[in-house]
């Protein structure tokens, strides 16, 4: 990641010598040669016509929100707006950059800076600009968009400490997005026509860019980009210097509503560590203090996303929402991005310091941005969890303090359109509602973030090769990445937010103070009480920081370039103490790692090991902190319920590079390392009212019929409103979808097609939490009952869990398909599974004439041991007295959830037989279920019903990659839980365009995409929808010498000869024979095509070692069930009277005795007779169009439509046909039985009737 500075910068600070004006002209002549480098390599070339049409509708659409009502906050639309001022469906969405990437693309930053300079300069009585969005963040308390007056509180808007902080930012930021992109495209029209298209091209993707202060290895901590007090940019005049908009900005003129809450004494500028005389920022302390505090950074978010934790714990910095999670020591995307507003406004006094001045520093947004990218990574790390419910930690302008929220609170100000619509976290779930997402997350998935962090914020992963022992400029120890056996250490800190007027910062030592500090204490400050009052450093020259220049920084006199400096935890106030008027204390808790130091500590042979026994002694001699704030060092003592600890946990290292390491495990308190040290004794935080959270569900928000609903720490405590739902603005999303051919064209009438909206294809780049949704839809779902299956559907063979034992699993269009003992069996073990009563909601079981049709009246499928080829074999083994507890693994069904218009989103249920728990036949089920069903025609696929407390599903549904949308709320009444109702979950899965199921072509259009810029010959506009989609998942790399070039899907290649698909496939395969899922999961690993675990079956049928093993075990097999069926014959069963004749010609029947049991309907004279009777057209032969036989029972149908008990279940035809010789009707179970059978073990078929005559008695 190693970037350098982009050429096109230039520092003119103040040039006062012959040799500095030399040097700026050399700048501007070095920068004019770029951007006509630029002009013509930054970007490819487009349509003049369809880009002025595109930015013009787009810079008509953004004044036109402003304009009418409440503003439409919607980020950048590509597709233009509708009525209402929210984006069409179809807008793309572009990335959001680093500062320093987007510096690279010479024309975008130009315009950036441009649009920057030309937003700060807006009229301040514009609501969109930069002082009037900035302000709704803190100062000056006054409305904004059209928020009621008086605000609720004399505050403002912005809810640090509270469970919506992360959500809130994000249309915050969009606004001020969109406000910005207005500013750019007011600044192309003034460009020359001819010089337009230009930067048109540049702006078509310019989005607000980000600063990652935790990465390292990428140039300076903060970017000379911000830090430059002028810029060399090209205007329409030509190249120019201009003060840089990213180093401050200016008020001109200090508005009196901001008031003189600061030390600045209404100073026109933003400050960043001010010094005095002349009073000015000094960027170069700010640039070492994030040196010295980046291994820190980085660390911290490092173990954050290790952590693991729900993704509304993590994004507050608020301790009420984060008690309960790995022992309370986890840390905060808000604590961390504390840190960074302290280091960079200062002690002494710069805005960022003060929570409601900060917004008004540039390096405000592109700081945000960063926080917003890491939590919207974290999503996917997390994916099923969202924002936890939590309480107002303090008055703010639109909320009183104690108010609970949720995901379905209105975010004010924030408006999603005209009419006052206000925004909530459910809206803006995925970034690409407001028309931006980040590199780490184009893909969308686990896999691709998982890597980017490891990559950027894994200790020891740039420099894994070097010697373990490796430091940084600062003497810090770079860090290793986490070892077997290792522990993860940090330092925790408690603290009260509004404590003090102002922030404060803790800063972490190991080790002995270095030479030129004589003290415990090496700050530059004098130690104060912290209830000293604030003294202005702008009014004095007194302190170190009194330099002339910038460049008079010295390190020397700084402890935080110390070797043994760990980092520092900010905890970031506001310009008054207690919060604006709150009349609690507002607690947060985050922690700051040691790992990295201690591993340091470890390398040079000062610490044993990272073991807390090791660990422990170690910090109580070497640990020591001290707490700085405006006024100097603090006196920890002397904070409000300020108190720090030292916490350790188990490190499990990564499974993979894919994967991240574990620290998840609860966290524990290693007392000794800090019981001498000031407020580091042993304490055991009490959760106040505020602290605790009304349910952390979606589902509480809503009182129950009777009036009764959850207690509010508000009532009677804190203003009202006590409830969520109270709130104005509340508003539960409702989710519109959408279902198009894959044209894009509405498939039902009554969707309003004026509209004309173009659904955003392709349906599988369609998030869930999406309120609009488009999917496509196949065929007619599901086929007519006993019609021909659909192409693709047939039996299939899978590897069981042990890897060696084959199964095949069948399908089924009717019940008559099934052999009735098969049948039977089947609804004897849903019948023990219901009366567990743990899984299933019925309470009483299925009778036989009822399984039928509710198993397999749509379609269903049986898992049976062994490969079997089609459905005469099946009946087969039917003819041969199969033991289907044996035999038989489970089945499932597929049936529509929903009648109708909604028909094409199916159900599912699943049963794993007794004898096969452990063998992960449920698994294999699973990935056949979502095979097959979409081949049905289905799109969606809804679980209506999993409880919770039935773990193995839960995971099942979790790895195949189904979305938990919905909890029921106590809903089961389940056995194993006595007096306790336990919850079920909704699980949904999108079944739409999958990349499993892309065709080949398709990778060759997607090929051309990328290498011409153009679309196919003869694209549509879908096809062109889906090309554009598909661009930001796969990427294009030239190949080698003469090989062409290599197609990428999220970091695997895409093959899509079918001839090279084999080849590797083989080439895998034969290096360890494994089965089918064994050699597929191989394969995925590396390389990406349609259909592989096909190619793999193909591969494994022709393999000649694998074929000798499956014959092998086919014929152990076959001579069972022969030895069974001799068994049985030879006790007067099964009689035979030729045993020579033709499989399809009819046995005599054995004379009945009356001291013998009856035939069985499964015997093999009986079985011979109906295949008989289907070959003389007794009935028709199941469709050949599902290229297999599959035989049907007419007697199992008759039954089912007479709805008969099974004791008048009609006999099969060869049964009839013994009725018509004189012998008895076998139909029905009370027939005289051989007491003899008393004397030896039932038969698996005469068991199977002892069942269901069981079974029966509950009709």
């Given at each position: 990641m190693g970037h350098h500075e982009p050429s096109t910068m230039a520092n003119f600070s103040k040039p006062a010598s012959l040799l500095t004006v030399l040097f700026t002209l050399f700048a501007l002549l070095q920068f004019t040669v770029a951007f006509q480098h630029g002009a013509h390599h930054a970007h490819p070339a487009r349509s003049d016509a369809e880009l002025q049409e595109h930015l013009d509708k787009i810079n008509g659409e953004l004044t036109k929100r402003q304009s009418q009502g409440t503003i439409a906050i919607a980020g950048v639309c590509s597709a233009g707006v509708n009525s209402n001022g929210q984006c069409n469906s179809g807008s793309t969405a572009s990335p959001r950059l680093e500062v320093r990437e987007m510096a690279r693309n010479s024309d975008q930053f130009n315009l950036f800076l441009l649009g920057m300079e030309r937003f700060q300069a807006k009229d301040k009585s514009d609501p969109l600009s930069y002082y009037q969005i900035a302000g709704v963040h803190g100062h000056p308390f006054v409305s904004w968009n059209r928020f009621p007056t008086p605000l609720v509180n004399q505050a403002g808007f912005c809810p640090h400490a509270t469970t919506l902080f992360a959500p809130w930012h994000r249309p915050y930021l969009a606004v001020f997005e969109q406000a910005l992109f207005l500013s750019v495209n007011e600044v192309i029209s003034q460009f020359p026509a001819n010089q337009q298209q230009r930067w048109r091209n540049a702006a078509s993707t310019l989005r607000l860019p980000y600063w990652d202060w935790a990465s390292t290895g990428n140039g300076p901590a903060v970017p000379t980009m911000l830090r430059d007090q002028t810029v060399g940019v090209m205007k329409p005049q030509g190249p120019v210097a201009i003060p840089n908009p990213l180093y401050k900005y200016s008020w001109g003129t200090y508005p009196a509503e901001m008031g003189n809450s600061g030390p600045w004494n209404n100073f026109p500028d933003t400050l960043r560590r001010p010094v005095a005389n002349p009073t000015r920022s000094n960027n170069n302390e700010m640039n070492a203090r994030f040196e010295a505090m980046r291994l820190s950074l980085r660390d911290r978010v490092f173990a954050l996303f290790a952590s693991k934790a729900p993704w509304g714990d993590v994004t507050s910095a608020a301790i009420g929402a984060r008690t309960a999670v790995s022992g309370g020591g986890v840390d905060s995307f808000e604590s961390i991005h504390d840190a960074i507003h302290n280091a960079a406004g200062g002690e002494s006094g710069g805005h960022m310091y003060y929570l409601d001045q900060s917004a008004f520093d540039p390096i405000f947004w592109l700081h945000h941005a960063n926080v917003d990218r890491l939590a919207d990574m974290y999503h996917y790390i997390t994916p099923n969890t969202w924002m936890a419910n939590g309480n107002v930690m303090h008055p703010m302008a639109q909320w009183n303090q104690g108010e609970p929220k949720n995901a379905y609170s209105p975010l004010k100000p924030f408006t999603k359109d005209q009419s006052g619509t206000y925004f909530t976290a459910m809206d803006i779930k995925d970034t690409r509602t407001l028309g931006y997402y980040y590199p780490e997350t184009s893909d969308r998935s686990y896999q691709q973030v998982a890597q980017a962090v490891t990559r950027q914020y894994g200790a020891g992963v740039r420099s894994i090769t070097k010697r373990d022992d490796s430091v940084g400029p600062t003497g810090q120890y770079q860090g290793r990445p986490i070892k077997e056996g290792d522990y993860h250490t940090v330092l925790a800190v408690i603290a009260d937010k509004y404590a003090i007027s102002g922030s404060y910062t803790v800063h972490c030592f190991i080790g002995k103070p270095d030479n030129n500090s004589t003290t415990n204490s090496t700050a530059p400050y004098p130690i104060a009480n912290s209830t000293a009052s604030a003294t202005s450093p702008l009014s004095t020259g007194t302190s170190p920081y009194s330099n002339n220049t910038e460049a008079d920084y010295d390190p020397s006199t700084d402890y935080t370039q110390y070797s043994n400096y760990v980092g520092s935890y900010g905890i970031l106030g506001s310009s008054m103490k207690g919060g604006s008027n709150s009349s609690q204390p507002v607690?947060?808790?985050?922690?700051?790692?040691?790992?990295?130091?201690?591993?340091?500590?470890?390398?040079?042979?000062?610490?044993?090991?990272?073991?807390?026994?090791?660990?422990?002694?170690?910090?109580?001699?070497?640990?020591?902190?001290?707490?700085?704030?405006?006024?100097g060092e603090i006196d920890p003592d002397t904070l409000p319920n300020f108190h720090i600890s030292v916490m350790c946990n188990p490190a499990k290292p990564a499974a993979s590079p894919d994967e991240l390491p574990d620290l998840s495990a609860p966290l524990q308190v290693l007392p000794d390392a800090t019981a001498h040290l000031p407020a580091g004794k042993p304490f055991t935080y009490v959760p106040s009212a505020l602290d605790i959270p009304l349910p952390d569900t979606p589902e509480y928000t809503e009182p129950s019929s009777d009036g009764t609903r959850p207690q509010s720490p508000s009532n009677g405590v804190f203003p009202y409103p006590s409830m969520p739902w109270e709130e104005s603005g509340y508003c539960v999303s409702k989710q519109t979808v959408e279902y198009v051919d894959p044209q894009g064209n509405f498939l039902y009438s009554s969707i309003p097609i004026a509209l004309a909206r173009p659904p955003a294809m392709p349906a599988m780049l369609d998030d869930p939490s999406a309120p609009v949704i488009y999917r496509t839809s196949g065929d007619v779902p599901y086929p007519p009952p006993g019609g021909p299956l659909p192409v693709g559907i047939a039996p299939c063979q899978v590897i069981l869990r042990d890897r060696v034992t084959t199964a095949t699993i069948i399908p089924f269009s009717a019940p008559n398909q099934v052999p009735l003992t098969l049948l039977a069996?089947?609804?004897?073990?849903?019948?023990?599974?219901?009366?567990?009563?743990?899984?299933?909601?019925?309470?009483?079981?299925?009778?036989?004439?009822?399984?039928?049709?509710?198993?397999?009246?749509?379609?269903?499928?049986?898992?049976?041991?062994?490969?079997?080829?089609?459905?005469?074999?099946?009946?087969?083994?039917?003819?041969?007295?199969?033991?289907?507890?044996?035999?038989?693994?489970?089945?499932?069904?597929?049936?529509?959830?929903?009648?109708?218009?909604?028909?094409?989103?199916?159900?599912?249920?699943?049963?794993?037989?007794?004898?096969?728990?452990?063998?992960?036949?449920?698994?294999?089920?699973?990935?056949?279920?979502?095979?097959?069903?979409?081949?049905?025609?289905?799109?969606?696929?809804?679980?209506?019903?999993?409880?919770?407390?039935?773990?193995?599903?839960?995971?099942?549904?979790?790895?195949?990659?189904?979305?938990?949308?919905?909890?029921?709320?106590?809903?089961?009444?389940?056995?194993?839980?006595?007096?306790?109702?336990?919850?079920?979950?909704?699980?949904?899965r999108d079944l739409g365009q999958d990349d499993e199921f892309v065709s080949e072509e398709r990778f060759d259009k997607i090929r051309f995409y990328l290498k011409n810029g153009k679309y196919p010959n003869g694209a549509d506009r879908a096809e062109k929808s889906r090309l554009r989609s598909a661009a930001t998942h796969y990427k294009l790399t030239p190949g080698k010498d003469d090989e062409a070039d290599k197609l990428w899907l999220k970091g695997k290649e895409v093959i899509a000869d079918p001839k090279q698909q084999y080849e590797l496939a083989r080439e895998i395969h034969h290096k360890q024979h494994g089965g089918i899922n064994k050699t597929t999961a191989a394969i995925a690993e590396t390389y990406h095509w349609v259909r592989i675990k096909e190619t793999v079956s193909q591969v494994i049928r022709n393999c000649p070692v694998c074929s000798e093993m499956n014959k092998g075990l086919s014929a152990i097999r076959q001579g069972q069930n022969q030895a069974r069926a001799e068994g049985r014959s030879s006790s007067g069963f099964m009689q035979s009277t030729n045993n020579t004749q033709s499989p399809l010609t009819p046995t005599p029947p054995s004379l009945f005795s009356p001291s013998l049991p009856p035939p069985r309907s499964d015997s093999p004279s009986s079985q011979l007779q109906l295949e008989a009777a289907q070959h003389r057209g007794s009935f028709a032969q199941f469709s050949p169009h599902n290229r297999y036989d599959m035989p049907v029972d007419p007697a199992l149908m008759e039954g089912v439509q007479a709805g008969n008990s099974l004791a008048d279940l009609p006999p099969s035809p060869f049964l009839a046909a013994q009725g018509a010789n004189g012998l008895p009707h076998l139909g029905h179970v009370e027939q005289r039985v051989d007491p003899s059978l008393n004397e030896r073990a039932a038969t698996a078929a005469e068991e199977m009737r002892r069942r269901l005559s069981r079974t029966n008695q509950y009709n």
């Open positions: 607690m947060t808790k985050g922690s700051l790692p040691l790992t990295s130091c201690l591993q340091g500590k470890e390398a040079k042979g000062e610490l044993e090991s990272l073991r807390p026994e090791h660990v422990e002694p170690y910090l109580k001699e070497n640990l020591y902190y001290k707490v700085v704030g405006v006024n069996y089947l609804c004897d073990q849903l019948g023990r599974e219901i009366e567990k009563g743990d899984t299933y909601p019925m309470v009483e079981p299925l009778a036989l004439n009822d399984f039928g049709p509710y198993w397999f009246g749509v379609f269903g499928a049986i898992m049976l041991l062994g490969e079997i080829q089609d459905g005469r074999a099946l009946y087969e083994m039917a003819r041969q007295g199969c033991d289907w507890e044996r035999e038989c693994l489970g089945s499932f069904c597929i049936k529509p959830n929903y009648p109708g218009r909604s028909s094409h989103v199916c159900n599912g249920a699943f049963l794993v037989t007794d004898a096969s728990r452990n063998r992960g036949v449920g698994r294999l089920m699973g990935e056949t279920y979502l095979d097959w069903a979409p081949k049905l025609g289905y799109t969606y696929s809804v679980f209506n019903l999993v409880y919770e407390t039935n773990i193995a599903s839960c995971r099942i549904w979790d790895a195949l990659g189904f979305k938990r949308i919905g909890r029921v709320k106590g809903c089961g009444n389940l056995k194993s839980y006595p007096g306790e109702l336990v919850d079920a979950i909704i699980y949904g």
